[in-house]
């Protein structure tokens, strides 16, 4: 069993040339009549051995080859290996630039959105401004959708006055916020990926291109 489950490993790991090996080895010391106490048989085997002595018996016929067992040849491309045009893709991916060009801060708040929007701008300097208040992912600010139940949870995002932020900035954000006693529960930063915007849009919001 541990032989077999290593001929399948090194399958699933790409190197079947291995694998074909181990097992034709092990069909080899099976061929010759060594077998274990669960495959034993009076007068079919040569001879009884334990686990271990099993495994000793195969690691001395690797390199060898059935004589009346058929050969195993594992061939192809484990399941795993990505082709090489995904593969050129996904390193092309990784080298796109990225750019840092705001931040979601998820607030938690009682306060009406008025009141809300007002401590936002409050907040706001040269680097990073407040450009969008939303509730249950509904936009409230600017131009908010009417007849919404509003909850005490909101996503307030600020964006880059320029062309992007850096993370200090977004750490200077969160000590404005904190000093102006605002329950922030969570942040996400927002990010362009090349010409890919990596955010969700949401509807009537301005977008930012990149």
């Known amino acids: 069993g541990l032989i077999m489950g290593a001929v399948l490993m090194l399958v699933h790991v790409g190197q079947p040339e291995a694998a074909a090996r181990i097992h034709n080895a092990w069909l080899k010391t ?23 002595e099993f495994a000793a018996a195969v690691v001395r016929n690797l ?7 058929k050969e195993v040849v594992y061939g192809g ?6 082709p090489k045009e995904a593969k ?5 991916a990784l080298h796109v630039p990225k750019k840092l060009v705001g931040v979601d801060v998820f607030i938690q708040s009682d306060s009406g959105l008025s009141e809300l929007q007002q401590r936002m701008m409050r907040i706001d300097n040269d680097k990073v401004a407040h ?12 131009n908010h959708a009417p007849d919404i139940t509003l909850v005490d949870h909101w996503r307030c995002r600020f964006m880059a006055v320029g062309d992007s932020i850096t993370h200090q900035d977004i750490a ?39």
């Open 63 to 69: 390199g060898q080859k059935p004589e009346k067992l």
């Open 131 to 142: 450009t969008l208040i939303a509730n249950r992912g509904a936009k409230m600010w600017p």
């Open 172 to 210: 200077d954000l969160m000590q404005r916020l904190a000093k102006a006693g605002v329950d922030f529960v969570q942040t996400e930063n927002l990010w362009h990926f090349g010409k890919e915007i990596g955010y969700s849009i949401s509807q009537g919001e301005e977008q930012r291109k990149p």
């Open 30 to 52: 099976l061929e010759e009549g060594y077998h274990t106490y669960d495959i034993y048989k009076e007068g079919v085997s040569r001879e009884k051995l334990g686990t271990k």
């Open 88 to 92: 050129e893709k996904k390193e092309k």
């Open 77 to 82: 491309a484990p399941k795993h290996v990505v």
